[in-house]
């Protein structure tokens, strides 16, 4: 059967992600509802052409998804990120070092567990069923009473440098990311940094963004965070920031894999075309999907 109205969307669509990379999906098997496990995305992905991946949990290391989906999937680079959230030791060096030897791509800072998610006026932590009935002690980055980095977490931004890895910064707040990526900055200027989802928490004002964008980040912006069954918020907004900041200094992500959302490839194509709907061009919608991601992986 000729898939007539399949051809007619592709050459309606304007923008091509083949080549693309998504540096933020979650996949399953995890302790809440995913839209897949990490080999039906990758499928998805090699299907849609695109050319790398990175696998995100929140409570454990995606370490072993990664390397098990490479040898199922074999046409992607599928990448794997250490989240500094209590199941996975917090800001611990010694965790971290665990998924540094077992080829991790990607260190956050805690998400669901920072202090930040911890602190949102009216929202509290962000997704309560992660709790799991129990009282979470939110976790800083700062020894107590001070604005000083832990030294765990100064000994975590040496292993980031020293293996070439990625800093990201999790859930935390505009002024805590700063401080954590000046820190980063300061042991060496070739640290790779980036923000997630800047578009998804109204603390990130376009004012943070350019600022933190100045430091040599990449701010990742959210499809998830327009998802009408999620944030729901306008995908002006995102065109809006990444006009405001630059496409050089911004990817797009989809935060994808729930269970509500499209499979992550489809829902990269989706907001890829929205944004040049929203005054993006597609050649900096190429920079933001093909070149930036691929530069911070260290893909040639």
């Known amino acids: 059967m000729e898939k007539k109205w399949t051809n007619i969307y592709l050459e309606k669509k304007n923008v091509d992600i083949t080549g693309s990379c998504d540096l933020h999906i979650h996949s399953g098997p995890d302790c809440v509802e995913r839209w897949g496990d990490t080999i039906d995305i990758a499928r998805v992905a090699v299907e849609m052409g695109m050319r790398a991946i990175v696998f995100k949990d929140h409570f454990r290391p995606t370490t072993h998804k990664a390397i098990l989906t490479n040898r199922a999937v074999p046409d992607i680079d599928c990448f794997s990120l250490h989240a500094c959230n209590h199941p996975q030791g917090g800001i611990n060096y010694r965790c971290v070092m665990m998924s540094v030897g077992e080829g991790v791509k990607v260190i956050q800072m805690p998400t ?47 292993a980031v440098i020293k293996y070439d890895l990625i800093l990201s910064n999790g859930h935390l707040s505009p002024e805590e990311t700063f401080n954590l990526f000046k820190a980063a900055k300061r042991k060496s200027k070739k640290a790779k940094l980036m923000v997630e989802h ?68 489809i829902g990269m194509e989706v907001f890829a075309n929205m944004m040049n709907f929203c005054g993006i061009s597609k050649k900096d919608i190429d920079t933001m999907i093909k070149k930036n991601p691929a530069k911070i992986l260290g893909l040639k």
């Not at 911890?118 to 980055?141: C, N, Y």
């Not at 430091?215 to 999620?230: K, V």
């Open 112 to 158: 669901m567990d920072s202090l930040h998610q911890h602190s949102k006026p009216k929202q509290g932590h962000l997704f309560t069923h992660f709790k799991f009935g129990q009282e979470v002690e939110p976790i800083s980055i700062y020894n107590p009473g001070t604005k000083q980095l832990t030294d765990d977490l100064h000994k975590i931004i040496e």
């Open 198 to 265: 800047p578009n998804g928490n109204a603390a990130f004002t376009h004012d943070w963004v350019k600022k933190i964008a100045a430091q040599g980040a990449l701010h990742n912006i959210s499809y998830n965070a327009c998802n009408p069954l999620f944030a729901g918020k306008h995908p002006r907004e995102a065109a809006a920031m990444i006009k405001a900041v630059g496409p050089q200094h911004c990817t797009l992500i989809t935060d994808g894999g729930n269970h509500t959302s499209p499979p992550p490839a």
